[in-house]
């Protein structure tokens, strides 16, 4: 069973940084690509940023030149850097991972407001 467990979202002031992670409770070489996603109540998820087994990186058109993220296969976990926090980041962030199958975590917050 592939668990996910998303950290580090909270309240933070526009143009403010945070520093997500996901845990995953195994190895994540297994995974052709992990990622992040986000979603405001009543809207679709969309896409943050993804990296590949490769660490090759894909991000979503908003989040480009503010965004990074990262994985550290040895800690088994992904990160994403948010830098220069907009109010309309503000959103629940879930970490995505596939190999055969399509896993999810629960989410975590991230609000930006002043």
């Known amino acids: 069973q592939v668990q996910l467990v998303e950290s580090g979202g909270g309240l933070v002031q526009p143009g403010g940084s945070l520093r997500l992670s996901c845990a995953a409770s195994?190895?994540?070489?297994?995974?052709?690509?992990m990622g992040w996603y986000r979603q405001v109540p009543g809207k679709q998820r969309d896409l943050v940023a993804t990296?590949?087994?490769?660490?090759?990186?894909n991000y979503g058109d908003s989040v480009k030149g503010r965004f990074t993220i990262s994985r550290n296969n040895t800690k088994n976990t992904v990160y994403l850097q948010i830098n220069s926090l907009k109010p309309e980041d503000t959103a629940v962030y879930y970490c995505h991972a596939r190999d055969y199958l399509d896993y999810w975590g629960q989410g975590t917050q991230v609000t930006v407001s002043s």
């Open positions: 990296i590949s087994r490769g660490s090759m990186t």
């Open positions: 195994g190895s994540i070489a297994r995974f052709s690509i």
